[in-house]
């Protein structure tokens, strides 16, 4: 069965560039989640969309921003890298409301 | 607000024992209750989920959960574990429409042979 795609799985930049990480959800899921885990943390919630409207907002900087397109695949985005941006970022997937979330491998971005 | 508690950190279970963690949430209203494992570098894969019905959730890899309403407890356990279960778990609580999901910090076991 197909799973949530995540890519890039790795990332490395230095402080102050620009991040661009990718989610492809399971087919015909509606909602999309974005969730940061630091190191040796619980994940976090970030932000989510349904139908490709912003459903959501967690504890997601002003330096991010995200978007879920046509195809309803989501993008984050991510400027000024920090240091403390170092983590691993999941992206799942639902379909309507108390669906399962199907969560992806994340993907890990090191800020050097 | 919602929040999660998972108060140990770290538990060592030797192989073929009986393992129960911990959880205890903090919600408004009827909660909806979840177990992730995650292994190292990986994702989060669902073990069991709480909605409504019944107290006594059945869920993959021989891992059961009880919702206890009156403890504000959904605790989890397994009654043999294998070395494979060495992971993370977290355990977490959803909003009212059940998807945006508060994890708590997380229980790191670690299996003896």
């Known amino acids: 069965a197909a799973g949530v795609i995540q890519s890039p799985r790795h990332l490395i930049k230095e402080k102050r560039e620009t991040a661009t990480l990718k989610c492809y959800p399971i087919p015909r899921h509606d909602t999309v989640y974005w969730y940061q885990q630091g190191p040796g943390q619980d994940p976090q919630f970030l932000i989510s969309?349904?139908?490709?409207?912003?459903?959501d907002k967690g504890s997601i900087p002003d330096r991010f921003s995200a978007q879920q397109f046509s195809d309803y695949h989501s993008e984050l985005n991510m400027s000024s890298l920090e240091l403390g941006d170092s983590a691993l970022y999941f992206c799942?997937?639902?379909?309507?409301?108390?669906?399962?979330?199907?969560f992806g491998e994340g993907s890990r971005l090191t800020v050097l | 607000a919602q929040s999660v508690t998972q108060p140990d950190i770290h538990i060592t279970v030797s192989e073929g024992a009986s393992l129960e963690l911990r959880c205890n949430y903090s919600y408004g209203a009827t909660p909806y209750l979840f177990w992730y494992v995650q292994s190292p570098g990986q994702g989060l894969q669902l073990l069991l989920k709480?909605?409504?019905?019944?107290?006594l959730v059945q869920g993959i890899k021989g891992f059961e959960a009880e919702f206890k309403r009156s403890q504000s407890s959904f605790n989890l356990r397994k009654p043999s574990v294998h070395w494979s279960d060495a992971a993370e778990y977290f355990c977490a609580v959803g909003d009212a429409a059940g998807n945006k999901l508060t994890f708590g910090g997380g229980t790191r076991v670690l299996v003896k042979p």
């Open positions: 709480y909605f409504s019905g019944d107290t």
């Open positions: 969309f349904y139908e490709k409207m912003q459903s």
């Open positions: 799942a997937s639902s379909s309507g409301s108390h669906g399962e979330l199907f």
